[in-house]
């Protein structure tokens, strides 16, 4: 007799032992998988997140003695910091520059050619934008520019025979933009246009400090 006790006392304590492990289990599964949703729920790091960009169309532009074609794409992500209003995050660009035509040899002024060149231009930097007013919001940027330019001799790009290529020169720029613009926004996806002053623009070229910028977002 005291052994039956004695063996149901045992099965009865391992069966609830064993039954409060179970549910530790379960409610250990439950929370890991509560922590891993925080990122995908309603206020969740996913749901923060807006994604746009601009894509430059396809341009074609030269003249009599040669032709370029150029294409670019600029993506950029944003994360909420308070509520809707306030965004910020990284904003690249790339270049795709094509060029076909005559060329100035620079040893001697003898025009050449044909001759071709691919060449690819970047950027990268941060952004920070605020929403002012429904669809009006403002747009802060820091950009870390890399572009490759032509150089110009006589209307004709400038040819080096040593290397056998049209000649470019690397450039690099820092520019700080300024400026506001109107997103058509009601739902997921829309179309947004604004204008940008570049406040560290060179003094030492022709280009105009403003920047027009045209593209779609999702969830802005």
Known sequence: MKKIFLFSLLSLICCLAFQNDAHAQKRGKKKKSSKTDEYFDDSGFVNKLW???????????G??????????V??????????DI????????????YLKGYAINENNGQ???????NSMSYSFGAFARAKVFRAI????????QHTREVP????????????DEIITNKVVRNNMYLGAGYNSSSGLI??????????????????????LRMGLNYKF
């Open 51 to 61: 994604y746009g960009g601009g894509l430059s169309l396809p341009s074609f532009a």
């Open 63 to 72: 003249g009599r003695d040669y032709n370029v074609f150029t294409i670019g």
């Open 74 to 83: 600029a993506p950029m992500v944003g994360y909420k910091v308070v509520g």
């Open 86 to 97: 306030l965004s910020v995050g990284p904003r690249v660009s790339l270049d795709y520059l």
């Open 111 to 117: 025009v050449v050619g044909p001759r071709k060149l």
């Open 137 to 144: 919001f403002a747009h802060a940027e820091f950009e870390n």
């Open 152 to 163: 110009i001799a006589f209307n004709l790009p400038l040819y080096d025979p040593v290397n």
């Open 190 to 211: 829309g179309w947004e246009i604004m204008l940008l002053y570049n406040v560290n623009a060179p003094e030492n070229t022709i280009d105009l400090p403003f920047t």
